[in-house]
């Protein structure tokens, strides 16, 4: 197996691409590690934090360096189209936060540059690399479920965090932000299966619209895919503010001719209560004092090493870049359903009326 060395360029300083740069910067393949923002600033506290070898307040600055042979886009939701634009032009493979655009239109320009191109892009659905869902995916594979009739799959989590992602772009609700994870899960299980009518129900105006902001406080789908199969999709970012939950809280079912799969993913298991407080993991200054553990979307730091999806999910993208090895990453194609079904999800929420897909554009 060819090894091949690796110029990384981490586009976005927040949250999670202070977490893909910190990865990345540990990986033996990496020679030469960029980060940006357009914060300068911020970009140039995480080159300390990391070592990287250059860092910018311009984004095309950092993609366009001659050592860059990758870029992660990890800019907010709503920036993601710009900086993926200009790595394909430079015939940079990228790898970008979910949803891959905020809208259609947008997600079409990225795929079109894809094709002018012939580039190479991923998008980071991280929920594929959890082992609980990687075993999952393997059942599936092996046909021990038989034909997949249906299921569901739900997510709860706290209001804190719903506030946290909605503070950084309104646009961003829990379905569009959240349930996309589950949506792309479910469509990777039945692949080359896909949405062809949604029905939803939200409930509004308890929790987020009181405080200016549109998104509903609970919302439920029924999606039924191209094989007849249904899937019952919910998710709702009002539990109590201190809730144990640190992340995702989620639960997973899969109904079949052959057979059936639960998984449950609600991080019940590891309980941790102290007085001296726990931090959050999307939003340090938030503490609870009880705290279900394993339950941070991402992973956790743990013993001088970062556990988890996305752990896992970078790592396996690096590994892919560096010696070719198989990827699991999301497909743009199927980025683009999955925006495509939750936009759906949110329209029949609104109306009250199904939906057909694929959506006129």
């Known amino acids: 197996m060819q090894r091949k060395e690796l110029g990384i360029a981490v586009v976005g300083s927040g949250r999670i691409g202070t977490l893909r740069a910190r990865l990345a910067a540990r990986h033996p393949a990496v020679?030469?590690?960029?980060?940006?923002?357009?914060?300068?600033?911020?970009?140039?506290?995480?080159?300390?934090?990391?070592?990287?070898?250059?860092?910018?307040?311009?984004?095309d600055e950092a993609i366009s360096r001659p050592e860059v042979t990758a870029v992660f886009v990890s800019t907010p939701e709503g920036e993601h189209v710009a900086p993926i634009r200009k790595a394909l032009e430079l015939g940079k493979p990228v790898l970008v936060e979910k949803p891959i655009a905020l809208t259609l239109k947008d997600a079409d320009d990225v795929l079109a540059t894809l094709k002018e191109t012939g580039g190479e892009l991923r998008v980071g659905y991280s929920r594929r690399y959890k082992e609980c869902f990687l075993r999952g995916k393997e059942q599936v594979e092996q046909g021990r479920l038989g034909t997949i009739i249906g299921g569901t799959a739900r997510v709860y989590n706290s209001r804190a965090q719903a506030f946290n992602i909605l503070k950084r772009d309104p646009?961003?609700?829990?379905?569009?932000?959240?349930?996309?994870?589950?949506?792309?899960?479910?469509?990777?299980?039945?692949?080359?299966?896909?949405?062809?009518?949604?029905?939803?129900?939200?409930?509004?105006?308890?929790?987020?619209?009181?405080?200016?902001?549109?998104?509903?406080?609970?919302?439920w789908a029924i999606v039924t895919f191209a094989d007849g199969a249904i899937v019952n999709f919910g998710v709702s970012y009002a539990l109590p503010t201190h809730y144990p939950a640190q992340g995702q809280s989620d639960r997973v079912e899969l109904l079949g001719s052959g057979g059936a799969m639960i998984i449950d993913d609600d991080h019940l298991d590891h309980l941790l209560y102290t007085e001296k407080g726990v931090p959050h993991g999307y939003m340090p200054d938030h503490q609870v004092k009880m705290a279900f553990l394993g339950a941070n979307t991402p992973g956790e730091w743990a013993v001088g090493s970062f556990w988890g999806p996305m752990g896992n999910e970078t790592r396996a993208w690096l590994d892919y870049l560096a010696t070719g090895s198989p990827s699991l990453h999301t497909t743009p194609e199927q980025a683009r359903i999955n925006l495509e079904t939750t936009i759906a999800i949110e329209r029949a929420a609104a109306t009250g009326k199904p939906v057909r897909l694929p959506l006129e554009t």
């Open 31 to 59: 020679k030469f590690l960029a980060v940006s923002d357009l914060d300068p600033g911020r970009a140039r506290a995480l080159a300390e934090q990391t070592g990287a070898d250059f860092h910018s307040g311009d984004n």
């Open 171 to 219: 646009h961003a609700t829990p379905v569009l932000d959240v349930l996309t994870y589950y949506v792309d899960l479910l469509c990777w299980y039945m692949e080359g299966n896909p949405p062809v009518e949604v029905v939803a129900r939200g409930r509004s105006g308890i929790i987020f619209k009181p405080a200016g902001y549109g998104a509903d406080d609970m919302t």
